[in-house]
């Protein structure tokens, strides 16, 4: 708490909270040692209702894999051991936020993006959909798991998730992977980050050494480890132009992932030169055929404003071209 108080001056920190205390004693002598900021709580250990964890961090809400009870013992904790009424007064004492709207870039044009969301895909940033709808997209969510038939979209942004873990689903529902290949023929455009570069994939091959035939439209398996494969914030350049503009594009992202690809796709053109953050090689990566990209890095677009735009020109010029 200290570190936090004043490490960044600027951090205005009203009061902490703490976690897994072992009693009421304990939390009283937590609040004597924090001079520096006051302790409005804390909630005690309780193996019964964790939150269950899994690679890649904590069980999501996404299809019921939480149950409520959970989250009414949380709320009953809440009230008996958190300062309720000092939270309220410090929140009620926060300033107006600041204007956060979002500014199209000149000459936006209307379409239709389709969004997986799902358990399968439900990793999006939600600045980024928010830049495409300034940009003039509807977006239209679907469920590459339960869905036969993808929505009257103009193109596709595939978010990270769990396809592993739906892997057997994913696989079954041949209708929605035979609608994606289809669309790719006709040159719809597709954006795929990390779950959805191996939704894109021909296989995913889960832990079990099952392997699990995809949408095939990269020529490589999605591997699944035991252990993390890449962990950090990159920088990105485009090499080539693409659909999410001309070549020279920068934007920043990150990359978290148990899975590798199997083998190499050497044949595949890369618009992608990756650079580590924190050090390393710069990789080629950003796997595109056709008007289709996929990659590992999951991108942030506020890093780079013009991309949402020219994801959304590319997808209303496609919507034209079509008649």
Known sequence: AHGFRYFDPNLNLAGVICNRIGSRGHLDLLKAASSAVPVLGGFPDDAAIRFPERHLGLFSAIGNAIPQD???AWAKRASEWLDLDAILAIARSAPTLPNTTISAEPGARSCCVGI?????????????????EANGAELVK?????DSSLPPADGLYFGGGYPEVMAAQLSSNHA???AVRSFAARRGPIYAEC????YLTHAIRTLDG??????GLLPTQAVMNDRLQALGYAEVATAAPSILGPAGVKFRGHQYRYSTLDPDPSGVERVYRVQPRRGGSQAAEGYRIGNVIASYVHAHWASNPSIPAALVNSCAEWRHARG
């Open 176 to 178: 929605m992977l035979e």
């Open 195 to 198: 779950g959805g570069l191996m």
């Open 142 to 146: 679907f469920s590459p798991v339960h």
């Open 70 to 72: 959970h989250f009414n």
């Open 116 to 132: 997986p969301y799902d358990e399968a895909f439900h990793f999006y940033y939600d600045d980024n959909l928010r830049r495409l």
């Open 210 to 215: 099952k392997s699990w035939p995809m949408a």
